[in-house]
């Protein structure tokens, strides 16, 4: 590529687009450990208790018409600033997915849940995406949804995930 376009090697890349790149001879790993920390103290959870799931497995939120609204503006800062940190952290897309489809209404059992994820992102804050080197590279994808779930529209979701060798590198979940 070098012979086509002009390119400069400053330094090992570290930090890119609110990514942390921490490259070394087993592998690459990628995070938003800063990211996230700045995100806890934004929305005062830096001293709360951590959850070991970002959702229940039982959690059935809905339009919740008798709940008490509370503010959309920050109710939607707090989901954009999640979608952002799904840049390396797949394991929340489902769950910011669920809540992110109350941003016109949103209400105190909404909120709660995105706080949620916000203390089950305090507890597992070490996640990272993880690339060794020298791995194989098989194309491998899964795909899975769930017919008619929503039960307030009846409409499905469904998640994909692919992997090129152990290494997860593309993932997504839709209503």
């Known amino acids: 590529m070098g012979s086509e376009f002009e390119m400069s090697m400053m330094r090992t890349l570290n930090f890119f687009l609110g990514l942390q790149i921490k490259q070394t001879k087993e592998g690459t790993m990628i995070h938003q450990q800063k990211y996230l920390r700045e995100l806890l103290k934004k929305y005062g959870m830096k001293s709360t208790k951590p959850h070991d799931t970002p959702i229940p497995t039982s959690a059935k939120l809905d339009t919740d018409e008798k709940g008490e609204k509370v503010n959309e503006t920050l109710h939607r800062g707090m989901i954009g600033s999640l979608l952002y940190l799904t840049a390396s952290r797949p394991d929340i897309v489902y769950s910011i997915g669920l809540c ?17 994820i916000l203390k089950y992102l305090k507890g597992s804050d070490d996640l990272c995406l993880w690339y060794p080197s020298g791995a194989h590279f098989n194309l491998i994808g899964y795909a899975d949804a769930d017919f008619a779930g929503y039960y307030v529209d009846r409409k499905s979701t469904s998640g994909i995930a692919h992997f090129l060798g152990p290494c997860l590198i593309s993932w997504g979940s839709r209503k």
């Open 100 to 116: 992110a489809r109350f941003q016109s209404n949103p209400k105190e059992s909404h909120l709660k849940s995105v706080k949620r």
